[in-house]
């Protein structure tokens, strides 16, 4: 699921340290359309910050896992997840649920282990003496995990909330003060609250450009973000586990995505729909990828409600990236009429009484009146 990962070398380093074979699976069409779309569908957030990049990715892994696994007759999965996260939740709930009779060697969580292995250093040491190649280094000690909608980093000097993440840290992004000084504009067309079309707005020089697979909007959009800088946050946030932890995240085109998707829908979704949705189905979603119980009742239950929610978001978005920010330059729908320019006019009534306000204001008034004299106001 990861765009830039040189597999073959992925390949030989693992037949290298001891694997008899090696899978390598490309799992991103099924990671688009069934995590990330969905997700968009909804605006999942976790803690009105975090688009849950790494959450999003778990259950795909681990249903390839499971797949190999009976394939090959395992009777074991691993997993290289700490004590302390959320990822070992994440993973070992999938299993369990998609094969529950599977057993899972968690090397985190064994003492031998990490008694000998306390912290990212030790491992570091051990795999400089037998020769493993690793990416991580003492003097950039944090860990990184990387798919095709997120990076993200955590741990080393960055445990300390105080301390400002090093510029040659965020891998995914353009540093946005040295993004290009032009921004970039593009058009995103949503169906039934799904990306379905992309059109670029092209330099003088370069031809139009419209993309409509979904592996292939995604990418597009993933790398206008990336080039401008857009998707960074730093945050601290709540484990599932119960202990806070310090994260920073790259989540460019996913980013872009829920922001026209949310805008969108302020022009042709219905408000009580909008608000049911936002108390409930957002909320829960989100906590659902979050914790890992994405193989479970509830979620099959609160994304089969997604579609429910979405059946007029259907238009386009006209958005703007530039130096780290992405904006909506305007919004249009050719099915959907709720929003009437006329009626919404302060420049004409456009079939609209005033005088009706009167008695809808002295209706919504008659609670509070009630309650300020109660308070002796």
Known sequence: MAKEKDFEAAKEKGLKIGAEKVYIEDLRKEFIEELCFPAVQCNAIYENVY?????????????AQIAVARKEGCVAVSHGCTGKGNDQVRFELAYYALQPSIKVIAPWRVPEFYKRFPGRDALLDYAAKVGIPVSQTKAKPWSMDEN????????????????TPPKDMWKLTVDPIKAPDQPQDFILHF??????????TPAEQDEPLTVTDSVGLFLTVNAIA?????????????????IKSRGCYETPGLTCLRAAHLDLEGLVLDREVRALRDQFVTSSYSKILYNGLYFSPEREFIEASIPASQKTVNGKVRCRVYKGSFSVLGRSSETEKLYDMSESSMDELGGFEPEHATGFVAVQAIRLKKWGEAKGY
């Open 226 to 242: 990336r080039n401008h800088g857009v998707g960074r946050i730093d945050i601290v946030e709540n484990r599932f586990i119960g």
């Open 51 to 63: 688009l849950l990049g790494t959450s999003l990715a778990r259950p795909v892994i681990a249903r």
């Open 148 to 163: 095709l909608a997120h990076c993200s980093y955590e741990a080393g000097i960055l445990e300390d909330p105080d301390t």
């Open 191 to 200: 169906e039934k609250g799904l990306p379905v079309k992309l059109e670029l």
